[in-house]
T-cell receptor
Framework: AQSVTQPDIHITVSEGASLELRCNYS??????LFWYVQSPGQGLQLLLKYFSGDTLVQGIKGFEAEFKRSQSSFNLRKPSVHWSDAAEYFCAVGTGFQKLVFGTGTRLLVSP | SQTIHQWPATLVQPVGSPLSLECTVEGTSNPNLYWYRQAAGRGLQLLFY??????ISSEVPQNLSASRPQDRQFILSSKKLLLSDSGFYLC????????????FGPGTRLTVL
């Protein structure tokens, strides 16, 4: 069965520092991969997605993610974190049948 | 542009009471619709999805049900709520493509006491 692992429950990063959030997936075929962000008490907003092609995907708000098939990973990165990036981040894998399997999320805290 | 609405935003209900959460989408037609639940400290769990009026697929056995009476309306219901039904309920829509992006509503916070 498909699964997504986000090994970090919480991450604290200083404002202006770089960020990497880890995501590992389990899926037998070529996956569709997504990163969503959720502010407290809000719905989810799509940051970026990977379907095929270039393995480095650019998203909104200066985020990018790299698909590494050999490592079954789709880590999210940002070169310089802003205080407004504090939120919860979810990685998800799509199975091609319009169903998403989500990880348990990583809560990002940004320190001044 | 497309927008998705959910109401109510928050709800506190006693155990054993009924439930009705509503989701509507504007600016698109024939969307796929989804209900997810997010429990504290956990990811999102897909509860139901619908590819058309009256067509509902259930992902997880439970005491909840879903209905789609109109093309852009999706309702989540229960006849008798359980404590374990507490959580954050999110509705989402997507196009009909094989893996179209899902767009989420603002959510409903349900507390069952």
């Amino acid at each position: 069965a498909q699964s997504v692992t986000q090994p970090d429950i919480h991450i604290t990063v200083s404002e202006g520092a770089s960020l990497e959030l880890r995501c590992n997936y389990s899926y037998g075929a070529t996956p569709y991969l997504f990163w969503y962000v959720q502010s407290p008490g809000q719905g989810l907003q799509l940051l970026l997605k990977y379907f095929s092609g270039d393995t480095l995907v650019q998203g909104i708000k200066g985020f990018e993610a790299e698909f590494k098939r050999s490592q079954s990973s789709f880590n999210l990165r940002k070169p310089s974190v802003h205080w407004s990036d504090a939120a919860e981040y979810f990685c998800a894998v799509g199975t091609g049948f319009q169903k998403l399997v989500f990880g348990t999320g990583t809560r990002l805290l940004v320190s001044p | 542009s497309q927008t998705i609405h959910q109401w109510p935003a928050t709800l506190v209900q006693p155990v054993g009471s009924p439930l009705s959460l509503e989701c509507t989408v504007e600016g698109t037609s024939n969307p796929n619709l989804y209900w997810y639940r997010q429990a504290a400290g956990r990811g999102l769990q897909l509860l139901f999805y619908s590819v058309g009026i009256g067509q509902i697929s259930s992902e997880v056995p439970q005491n909840l049900s879903a209905s789609r009476p109109q093309d852009r309306q999706f309702i989540l219901s229960s006849k008798k709520l359980l404590l374990s039904d507490s959580g954050f309920y999110l509705c989402a829509w997507s196009g009909q493509g094989a893996m179209d992006t899902q767009y989420f509503g603002p959510g409903t916070r349900l507390t069952v006491l």
